[in-house]
């Protein structure tokens, strides 16, 4: 794991999230030799497109859609 203080980070930031992006490694950040931050790749399944079609599959459909679900005698049925 590579070590890099706090004022070298703050001057390479953008280099250091994008080597951590491409080679899937982790930086541990440090003030004054004392660890304070760790960057890590994301897991595998943090991509937004795993929250859509997660629940493809598990509906059923009990009736016909179209059909209104009161009769049509009693629209206009007196309370």
């Known amino acids: ?45 943090a991509s937004a497109m795993h929250l859509f079609g997660y629940a493809r599959g598990t509906g059923e459909i009990l009736g016909d859609l179209v059909e209104p679900a009161v009769p049509a005698e009693e629209w206009d049925r007196d309370r």
Do not use: D, W, Y
Request: net charge positive; with cysteine.
């Open 1 to 45: 794991m590579k070590t890099v203080s706090a004022a070298k980070f703050k001057a390479t930031c953008l280099g250091l999230i994008e080597e951590v992006r491409r080679n899937h490694s982790r930086v541990l950040r440090t003030k004054r030799g004392v660890p304070v931050a760790q960057l890590v790749p994301p897991p595998a399944q």
